[in-house]
C-alpha cells in the first residue's frame, strides 16, 4: 500500500495544529490551513507515495485457495456387493454416469437401487465419451448387457395371504359383466350400529360427519331463514320467551326472576 | 321548415313509408258481407304445416332446438350457418379473387405436368415389364430393381398431383378422404407421424416396451384402444372392472391393399416369487384377422371363434405388485394365412412375442399399452374370470444390512458383561471374609 508522506514544513505545521488543538478534528484543522491560505502552498506534488517490501496482506490475499479435503472418489469397489442405497462414488460434476441399477443424486453422486455387485464400464452405444457404474445381479455378468436384449429385473417381494378378504364395494357406475339391468343397491349400515372409530386425541367418537348429519337423520325440519319477516321474527321471540320462562321455572326457585318492566301508558 | 310542416310530419312521414305495400290482403278488406273469421280460419291453416329447418342454415336458436328435437344436430358452428344463409355460396375454387384464381392455374398447371409425367412412367413401366431380362446388363435383378424404383417413383408422382388441390385438403380434413386414394393414405401418414406416432415412440422408450417385449419395434399403423366407448390413452392406468371386457381396436394403415393381421395383448410384468423373476402372459390371441385401409375398427368382441386363439383374459395384478404393463401389437401375417390347429396347444404362461413372431412370420407393424395396478374390483374380475390369488399380496423383502449393528453405548453396556459381575444390579458381591 503506498502511503502519501508529508514533506517537513507541513509537518510541523501539522504538529502546531495538534499542540493547540482548538478545532476538535484534525481534518477541520487541515481544512482550515487550506482556507487560510498562509503557510507554505500544499501542492500535490509534495505528496510522495512509499511501497515497502512486504506487507500482512501479501500472506493471505494472493494465496492458493485450499480448504479441507471432501473425501471424495469411489466408495466401493468394483464387483464390491452393494444394497440399495449404498453411495458408491461421490464426485464434482459427472465424471461416472450412473448406469444400469444406479442413480444419481443431486451432488451427482452415484447411488446403487439394487442389491448387487458394482461394475465400472463404458458403453460407446449409450454415449461415445462416457463411463458409467452399474450394479448387477451376478458377479460374472458383464457391462454393458448386449443390444437390445431383454433388461434383467429381479421382483424382490413375497406373497402373503391377506388378513381379511378383499371387500369390493359395488359401484353403481361401471357395468356388471354378467346382467347391465339390475340396478346396484348400496345399504348402508345406520349410524348407530357403526363400531367407534379411534381418532386423534386417542378418543372413541362417532366421524364430525356423522354428528353433523344427525339432524338430517331425525328427518328435523327447519324453516328458511327469511331476512326482514319481522312477523315469523317475532313469533320466534314469543317462543323462546316462553321457553326461557318455563326453564327458569323449572330450574329452581333460587333463581332470582328479572321483572318485566312495563310500558306504562301516557295518557 | 314552418311550424305546420314540422307538426305534420310524423303524419306525411307515416304515409310516405311503405307501410301501405306491407299490408296484406287480409288486412284491407274491400266491401263484402261475408264476415272475418272465415278468411281468417283460411290463413291461420295455411300456416299449420310444420316448417322444415335446414341443418346448414338453421340459425335461430328456435329452429335448432325443434332441430335437436326431431334428432338432427345442425352442421358447424352458428357463425357458419349464417355465413352459408346470408352468403352466395359460391363453390370455393370459383371464388372471385384474382390471385387466387391465378393461383389456382398454376396449379392446374402443374398438375397437368404431373399427370403426363404419370402417363410417360406407366409407359416406361410397362415398357421394361416386357422387356426380356436376358438383352439387359445385370439380368433379372437390375430388371427388378429398375421396376421397383420406377414404381416408387410413380407413387411420388401421384401425390404430387393431388398435393396442392385445396379440395383434397379439406376433404382430408373433414375426414371425408377415400382412403383408398394414395394421397388420402399419405396425408393421413403425414399427421399421424407429425405428433401421435411420436407419442407412441416416447411411450415406447419410458416404459420399456422395446428391450423388455420386443428387440426393435418402428410403428407403421396407427393403433388406438377403447373400452366400450372408453378411449384409452397410450400407457394410461385402466382400472380393472373397466378392462374386464374385451378392447375395441381402431387400427389405420397407411399402404395400400388387403392383409391379414394378428392381434396379441401381453402382459410383461407377471411375478414370479420363487424365481424372484418377472415373466409374460398372454391375454388375447386372434389371428387371419383381415385390414385394409377403409376398414379400420376391430372390435375384439366381435371377432369370430376362428380367428380367436386365445379369449380375452381380464388384465388383474395382485395387491402390492408393480404396475402391470400391457402391450396391445398388431402384426402382419407376411406368410399369409395361418392355420389355427397347430396353435390350440398354445400356452398363456411364459409367452415371449419375440420367439413367437420369428416361428409365424409375423412383422409388427403397430402397437399402444395400457397399464393396470390393484384396485377395489380386482378380486372381484378374478373372482369372475376364474382366476385364483385373489388375495393374496405382495410384500417387499427386507433388505439385509451391510453395516454390523451399532454397538451398544453407555457405561451399562460396558459393564453388562460377566467380567463386571459384581457389579450387576440386585446382585450383591458376596465378599469373602479373609
Known amino acids: 500500500m503506498l502511503l502519501p508522506r508529508l514533506q517537513p514544513p507541513l509537518r510541523t505545521a501539522v504538529k502546531a495544529i495538534g499542540r493547540s488543538s482548538q478545532q476538535a478534528c484534525l481534518n477541520e484543522a487541515f481544512g482550515a490551513l487550506a482556507i487560510r ?52 462414488f461421490r464426485q464434482r460434476g459427472t465424471h461416472w454416469f450412473p448406469g444400469d441399477n444406479c442413480g444419481m443424486g443431486r451432488d451427482h453422486t452415484i447411488y446403487a437401487t439394487e442389491a448387487g455387485y458394482v461394475k465400472y464400464y463404458k458403453d460407446p452405444e449409450r454415449h461415445p465419451k462416457r463411463q458409467y457404474i452399474g450394479v448387477t445381479f451376478e458377479r460374472s455378468q458383464v457391462l454393458p448387457l448386449p443390444r437390445n436384449s431383454m433388461r434383467r429385473r429381479k421382483l424382490n417381494m413375497f406373497a402373503q395371504k391377506m388378513e381379511t378378504a378383499p371387500i369390493e364395494a359395488p359401484r353403481p357406475d361401471l357395468f356388471l359383466a354378467t346382467d347391465g339391468s339390475q340396478a346396484v343397491v348400496i345399504k348402508e349400515t345406520p349410524v348407530e350400529q357403526k363400531p367407534l372409530k379411534l381418532k386423534s386425541g386417542y378418543m372413541y367418537r362417532k366421524s364430525n360427519w356423522e354428528i353433523g348429519r344427525a339432524a338430517e337423520r331425525a328427518k328435523i325440519q327447519v324453516k328458511e331463514f327469511k331476512p326482514r319477516d319481522r312477523w315469523a321474527a317475532w313469533k320466534k321471540t314469543i317462543k323462546r320467551r316462553a321457553a326461557n320462562r318455563e326453564k327458569r321455572v323449572v330450574g329452581g326457585k333460587k333463581t332470582k326472576k328479572k321483572g318485566r318492566k312495563s310500558m306504562s301508558r301516557t295518557t | ?197 411420436r407419442q407412441i415412440v416416447q411411450r415406447i422408450n419410458q416404459l420399456g416396451i422395446v428391450p423388455d417385449v420386443l428387440a426393435h419395434f418402428e410403428p407403421s399403423a396407427e393403433v388406438r384402444l377403447a373400452f366400450r366407448s372408453r378411449q384409452v390413452e397410450h400407457g394410461g392406468f385402466i382400472d380393472s372392472r373397466v378392462s374386464e371386457v374385451p378392447l375395441r381396436l381402431k387400427v389405420q394403415v397407411f399402404d395400400k391393399g388387403e392383409r391379414l393381421v394378428s392381434i396379441v395383448v401381453v402382459d410383461s410384468d407377471v411375478p414370479l416369487v420363487d424365481s424372484d423373476k418377472f415373466t409374460s402372459r398372454c391375454h388375447f390371441l386372434a389371428m387371419n384377422v383381415p385390414l385394409s385401409p377403409t376398414t379400420t375398427s376391430i372390435p375384439l368382441s366381435q371377432l369370430s371363434l376362428e380367428q380367436i386363439t386365445l379369449p380375452w383374459l381380464p388384465p388383474f395384478a395382485q395387491k402390492g405388485s408393480p404396475y402391470h404393463r400391457y402391450s396391445v401389437f398388431v402384426c402382419e401375417q407376411t406368410a399369409g394365412k395361418i392355420d389355427t390347429s397347430t396353435l390350440q396347444s398354445l400356452s398363456r404362461d411364459d409367452f415371449f412375442l419375440r420367439s413367437f413372431k420369428d416361428k409365424h412370420s409375423l412383422k409388427p407393424v403397430g402397437m399402444s399399452i395400457f397399464r393396470s395396478e390393484w384396485d377395489e374390483g380386482t378380486a372381484g374380475v378374478m373372482a369372475r374370470a376364474g382366476i385364483e390369488g385373489a388375495d393374496v399380496e405382495f410384500r417387499r423383502k427386507k433388505v439385509v444390512a451391510l453395516k454390523p449393528k451399532q454397538k451398544a453405548r453407555g457405561w451399562e453396556a460396558r459393564h453388562s458383561s460377566a467380567k463386571y459381575r459384581q457389579l450387576w444390579r440386585g446382585k450383591k458381591p458376596f465378599a469373602l471374609k479373609r
Not at chain 1, 38 to 60: D, N, W
Not at chain 2, 81 to 95: G, H, K, V
Open chain 2, 1 to 197: 321548415m314552418s311550424t305546420c310542416q314540422k307538426a305534420a310530419r310524423p303524419l306525411t312521414r307515416c304515409l310516405q313509408t311503405p307501410q301501405g305495400s306491407q299490408l296484406s290482403a287480409r288486412s284491407i278488406r274491400t266491401f263484402t258481407s261475408s264476415p272475418r273469421s272465415n278468411e281468417e280460419e283460411a290463413a291461420v291453416e295455411s300456416t299449420k304445416q310444420p316448417r322444415v329447418w335446414d341443418p346448414l342454415t338453421v340459425t335461430s336458436k328456435k329452429g335448432e332446438k325443434a332441430l335437436m328435437k326431431s334428432g338432427v344436430m345442425p352442421i358447424g358452428s352458428r357463425r357458419r350457418r349464417m355465413a352459408i344463409q346470408t352468403s352466395d355460396n359460391i363453390p370455393f375454387e370459383q371464388l372471385p379473387y384474382q390471385c387466387f384464381q391465378e393461383g389456382l392455374t398454376v396449379l392446374k398447371e402443374d398438375r397437368a405436368e404431373k399427370i403426363k409425367l404419370i402417363q410417360t412412367e406407366r409407359l416406361r413401366i410397362s415398357n421394361l415389364q416386357a422387356l426380356d431380362p436376358s438383352k439387359l446388363k445385370g439380368g433379372e435383378q437390375v430388371k427388378h430393381t429398375r421396376l421397383e424404383s420406377m414404381r416408387r417413383h410413380l407413387e411420388y408422382l401421384k401425390i404430387q398431383a393431388d398435393r396442392n388441390d385445396p379440395n383434397i385438403k379439406k376433404r382430408f380434413e373433414d375426414g371425408d378422404g377415400d382412403m383408398n386414394k394414395p394421397i388420402y393414405r399419405f396425408l393421413a401418414d403425414e399427421q399421424w407421424r407429425k405428433y401421435q406416432r
Open chain 1, 37 to 88: 491560505g498562509g503557510g507554505p502552498s500544499i501542492s500535490p506534488a509534495s505528496l510522495t507515495f512509499v511501497r515497502h517490501a512486504s506487507h500482512a496482506q501479501q500472506g493471505a490475499v494472493n494465496k492458493a485457495k485450499d480448504g479441507p479435503g471432501k473425501r471424495l472418489g469411489a466408495k466401493k469397489s468394483g464387483e464390491q456387493y452393494v444394497i440399495p442405497g449404498n453411495i458408491i
